[in-house]
């Protein structure tokens, strides 16, 4: 579902079936009708190989995925990931051997990262089978939603000529 005139993509990386892992789709599904006209939405399960073909030709990356960092669940993390190296637990968090982690750095090696790649990392607490969030994990949701909007609205939809 490729946009011509878009140029950011928001992805929502997760699992709606293993409870907490599935935020990110409740997070990109709430924002989906406010979203500005140059960004794209996609949902995807975090294969990496489907990343790394789904982000091509987009010049901004927001990628919003639940995570196990040992920080309290519901706690919001946001990467530069063009910027920084993500932490090592990152890629621990993937179900894929080839995960979030290993595309962004497989991509940041081939230099085919996108221009600029922000993730919001939500920390979760159960991923058993089920689709309710704990808690403390939908208590987050609007917090990162808001965070992710602003994030977007804040990026000019082009590279922007200065006008005097």
Not at 28 to 46: F, I, K, S, W, Y
Not at 96 to 118: C, K, N, Q, S, Y
Request: glycine share 8%.
């Amino acid at each position: 579902m490729m946009h011509s005139h878009a140029t950011t993509l928001l992805i929502g990386v997760g699992n709606p079936f293993r409870r907490d892992d599935g935020v990110a789709s409740v997070i990109v599904r709430r924002l989906q009708n406010l979203l500005p006209p140059h960004v794209a939405l996609l949902e995807q399960t975090g294969d990496g190989a489907d990343l790394l073909e789904a982000w091509k030709g987009f010049h901004t990356v927001i990628l919003v995925d639940a995570v196990q960092s040992g920080e309290a669940p519901g706690t919001i993390q946001r990467f530069d990931a063009g910027a920084e190296k993500l932490p090592v637990w990152f890629s621990h968090c993937s179900t894929h051997a080839f995960g979030v982690a290993e595309a962004i750095e497989l991509a940041r090696t081939m230099g085919d990262l996108p221009p600029r790649l922000i993730i919001y990392a939500i920390e979760g607490l159960d991923f058993s089978a089920g689709t309710d969030l704990s808690p403390e994990i939908a208590a987050s949701v609007e917090e990162a939603a808001a965070l992710v909007l602003h994030e977007l609205r804040q990026l000019s939809p082009a590279p922007a000529t200065l006008s005097s």
